[in-house]
């Protein structure tokens, strides 16, 4: 049975970082990307950024620059550090791993960042 366990939210003034973690547990993944989505109050949950077992990772626009996914493969674990955060940032992130070979999503139970203005 496969679980994410995030940590790392919480509450920061603008300007400030926070480094979220994800640690999934399980069998061996093979092929595999590991990724961050965010759901704003009242918003549809979106993708943040992603990472490939190879290393190659994806944003999306409104984070370029700013946040920066990384993962330990070693431990089947994803990291996004986030800097120069913005209120607009607030939300509730979510860890994702989707395994190729199964064709199957996994989702953590979500981690709260509160940017305060």
């Known amino acids: 049975q496969v679980q994410l366990l995030e940590s790392g939210g919480g509450l920061v003034q603008a300007g400030g970082s926070l480094r979220l973690s994800c640690a999934a547990s399980?069998?061996?993944?093979?092929?595999?990307?590991m990724g961050w989505y965010r759901q704003a109050p009242g918003k549809q949950r979106e993708l943040v950024a992603t990472?490939?077992?190879?290393?190659?990772?994806n944003y999306v626009d409104s984070v370029k620059g700013r946040f920066t996914i990384s993962r330990d493969s070693a431990k089947n674990t994803v990291y996004l550090q986030m800097n120069s955060l913005k209120p607009m940032d607030t939300a509730v992130y979510y860890c994702?791993?989707?395994?190729?070979?199964?064709?199957?999503?996994?989702w953590g139970k979500g981690t709260l960042v509160t940017v305060s203005s």
């Open positions: 994702n791993l989707y395994i190729s070979l199964t064709d199957r999503n996994y």
């Open positions: 399980g069998k061996p993944f093979g092929s595999n990307v």
């Open positions: 990472i490939t077992s190879l290393g190659t990772t």
